[in-house]
């Protein structure tokens, strides 16, 4: 093992020569890795059921999981975890929400943090989830006591298998000395963002057999009010999409969303890289090599970074995102959906922009005459319960929709033009560019097939159609299943 590192120590001092850019070493990297990693690259983690359930002694050496080597993709590198709280069930969960915490100067947020998870949980969502501690931390004492008063605080989840505290020893991580100081960043610095990359690399690599999805999220973070419902919803909509990563909040690691199979490939990437940059530029990177060029990042942010101390030298770190709401049950859930207008697009914001419920991205359009529409063709006859449309944005507050009518209709037929509905109800005006209409399957006798903006009157003013946010009537266990 060691063997291994100070080759890897070797290695740097090449890098350090070479006047390649890093940009075509990560492609380089990525093309090598696609063409000889499969599905048995890395090893499942041999699962023994165990009687105890809370404390496991520090030492204790409960669980393997095999890297193949990163340097040379021959031999491989045992990583024996240590249980020092609850083992996992065979079951495999929806989602697993990984955490990795070291011993911080000032204040401590973890406890309040698997707090929140838990308490902004119901009891079906509760059944989904499995949260991951990784005490990242060499001083075992402070890991002792903090595992002690865990398990005082969330026993009866320790024992539902709903919370497992665990630790990668310190004889498996690299050489933290002597690292490449890129960005002229401090020694200390540099030590503690390329530990902090292993540190992730470690927990994401326990973490992937354990659920279908992955949530990283930081120590110190607040939850917003069944926020794993809310998660269903945009994963459901994205169903028949590519996707890397889906972003819950625009703060440092918290709130990115993973496919569990990415997982492997990821920790083996945060451990080719570790000394290279900071994690959240990394997890960019990563993204990017795997085609997901965008950012795919949803409002309202279900998450809000609560700590005033950073774990790094316990600097101030008041950072906020002010996207972010407590009641994240109220997201939209718009059905799949079929999308035209005879408003002329501009540049490629077009119609399909308005219906996502990613950030910065909308419907913009040349000035609409009288009798221009927006329609919305469901894939299925659906019962929706509230539609609140808005139009302009904070710099453009006048390419509003200055007149029209939303409008829901049913008996769809297919056209010429596609398909379209041939009745339809008003269910209300625009006001000041924005419309919102509750209880609407109250209002109407029918499940709707298409939703319609209709322009009543000419404008010379472009029209911006920021959000339409649909809410279907469908039962809350449904979300559930």
Not at 37 to 50: H, N, S
Not at 250 to 260: C, P
Not at 263 to 291: K, N, S, V
Request: proline share 4%.
């Amino acid at each position: 093992m060691r063997l291994m590192w100070k080759s890897v120590d070797k290695m740097r001092c090449f890098r350090k020569r070479s006047m390649l850019p890093f940009l075509g070493f990560l492609v380089t990297f990525l093309l090598f890795f696609n063409l000889y990693m499969d599905d048995g690259y890395v090893l499942e983690a041999e699962k023994r059921q165990l009687g105890e359930t809370l404390i496991h002694p520090p030492n204790s050496e409960r669980y393997v999981h095999t890297f193949r080597d990163l340097s040379n993709f021959s031999g491989t590198i045992n990583v024996t975890y240590r249980y020092l709280a609850g083992i996992p069930l065979p079951r495999k969960k929806y989602l697993t929400i990984g955490l990795s915490s070291v011993k911080r100067k000032r204040g401590n947020y973890l406890l309040e943090t698997i707090k929140s998870i838990f308490d902004q949980s119901s009891y079906e969502e509760l059944k989904e989830i499995v949260v991951v501690v990784h005490l990242a931390d060499f001083d075992l004492v402070w890991c002792e006591n903090l595992v002690q008063e865990i398990t005082r605080k969330f026993a009866h989840h320790i024992i539902a298998g709903r919370l497992l505290v665990i630790q990668a020893p310190e004889e498996y991580y690299p050489s933290l000395d002597g690292l490449k100081r890129n960005y002229n960043d401090p020694e200390d610095r540099v030590r503690f963002r390329s530990k902090q990359n292993v540190d992730y690399a470690f927990l994401l690599n326990f973490c992937t057999n354990l659920s279908h999805f992955y949530m990283m999220l930081e120590d110190d973070v607040r939850c917003s009010r069944n926020f794993l419902t809310a998660l269903k919803k945009v994963i459901t909509s994205r169903e028949g999409s590519y996707w890397v990563m889906l972003e819950f909040s625009k703060l440092g690691y918290i709130g990115k969303l993973y496919h569990s199979r990415d997982l492997p490939r990821l920790a083996h990437f945060l451990l080719m890289f570790y000394q290279e940059m900071p994690c959240d530029w990394l997890l960019i990177h990563f993204r990017g090599l795997l085609a997901q060029k965008d950012v795919i990042r949803f409002k309202p942010s279900l998450f809000q970074h609560m700590g005033y101390y950073s774990s790094y030298k316990g600097a101030e770190n008041k950072l906020k995102d002010d996207d972010f709401e407590e009641d994240s049950i109220d997201i939209p859930d718009n059905p799949p959906a079929s999308l035209y207008t005879n408003i002329n697009v501009f540049e490629n914001y077009d119609a399909t922009k308005a219906y996502s419920s990613i950030v910065d991205e909308y419907f913009w359009g040349k000035p609409p005459c009288t009798g221009d529409f927006f329609i919305i063709i469901f894939n299925k006859s659906t019962k929706i319960s509230r539609i609140k449309i808005v139009t302009g944005t904070e710099d453009r507050q006048n390419d509003i929709l200055h007149h029209g009518a939303l409008e829901v209709g049913q008996k769809s037929v297919e056209t010429k033009q596609g398909r379209q509905c041939t009745s339809y109800i008003t269910l209300g005006e625009f006001k000041a560019g924005n419309i919102e209409v509750n209880n609407v399957d109250h209002k109407i006798g029918f499940n709707i097939e298409c939703v319609r903006i209709v322009v009543t009157v000419s404008q010379k003013e472009w029209l911006i159609i920021r959000t339409i946010s649909l809410w279907t009537a469908q039962p809350v266990s449904q979300l559930n299943k």
